[in-house]
């Protein structure tokens, strides 16, 4: 029963988290009516079903027949298997899971709207710290000391790239995002979203060389990043037990 809550919840924050990212581009207000992108008039509610109503319409809009863009139900179908995951993790730990899907739903926004426009927004970054900060203090899931050498060791990380690149290798929202994932996961388990997120860029690099495609076309920095901080906040003491046992 927790798990099919957890699907539907997932299938309606992701709807609206494809509103946040599209109306945040375009400086629109998150409230009123939604529209089609292209002609511009207001979708009926029966088709703003998630994923559903995308494959009933065929990915077109239903008046002017133009194409819907598949970050809606893509994005839906990540956020609802995201949800589902977490609360298959932490139930019936409550506040557990309302911290990690309220986080993970931050990552979210900051990996699409990075993948999409190659920007990671203060306004994204800022809240989720802040967040981080209250729900590990007041639930004590991570100390205060882990999160301060956490926010400054990935966040310097990126710090001093920036300094030394003079901003070409990296900008500044990575320097905020390391922050956040020092804030929310706290030094070992940020060191490890921070590897996980050079391995998985590393990949995606060579996957482009290999394809004839230049580095200049690769996926920004910040969607791997998050995967990284995701993976480290399902999984991190697992993998980190792991390697102790394994290998010290």
Not at 57 to 68: D, E, N, S, V, Y
Not at 97 to 107: A, M, Q
């Amino acid at each position: 029963m927790v798990i099919v809550f957890a699907a539907l919840f997932g299938l309606a924050i992701g709807s609206f988290l494809n509103v946040v990212v599209f109306r945040t581009h375009a400086d629109i207000p998150l409230t009123g009516r939604s529209k089609c992108l292209i002609c511009e008039q207001p979708i009926s509610w029966f088709d703003l079903v998630p994923v559903l109503s995308f494959f009933l319409l065929r990915g077109r809009c239903r008046r002017c027949k133009g194409a819907i863009n598949w970050q809606y139900p893509l994005v839906e179908v990540a956020t609802t298997l995201l949800v589902v995951l977490i609360a298959w993790q932490t139930w019936p730990d409550v506040s557990l899971l309302l911290r990690d899907v309220i986080l993970g739903i931050f990552l979210i926004i900051i990996f699409v709207y990075d993948l999409k426009y190659g920007y990671i927004l203060d306004r994204f970054t800022v809240p989720g710290m802040i967040l981080a900060v209250v729900f590990n203090f007041a639930l004590g899931i991570v100390s205060v000391e882990s999160m301060a050498l956490g926010a400054f060791v990935v966040g310097g990380f990126f710090a001093l790239q920036y300094f030394v690149s003079k901003g070409k290798w990296i900008g500044g929202g990575d320097i905020r995002l390391g922050v956040m994932m020092g804030l929310i996961l706290g030094l070992w388990p940020g060191v490890l979203a921070l590897f996980i997120g050079y391995v998985l860029g590393a990949v995606v690099a060579v996957g482009l060389l290999v394809r004839g495609r230049t580095l200049k076309s690769a996926v920004p920095f910040g969607t791997f990043l998050t995967v990284g901080t995701v993976a480290a906040m399902l999984w991190g003491e697992k993998i980190i037990d792991w390697y102790l046992w394994y290998f010290l």
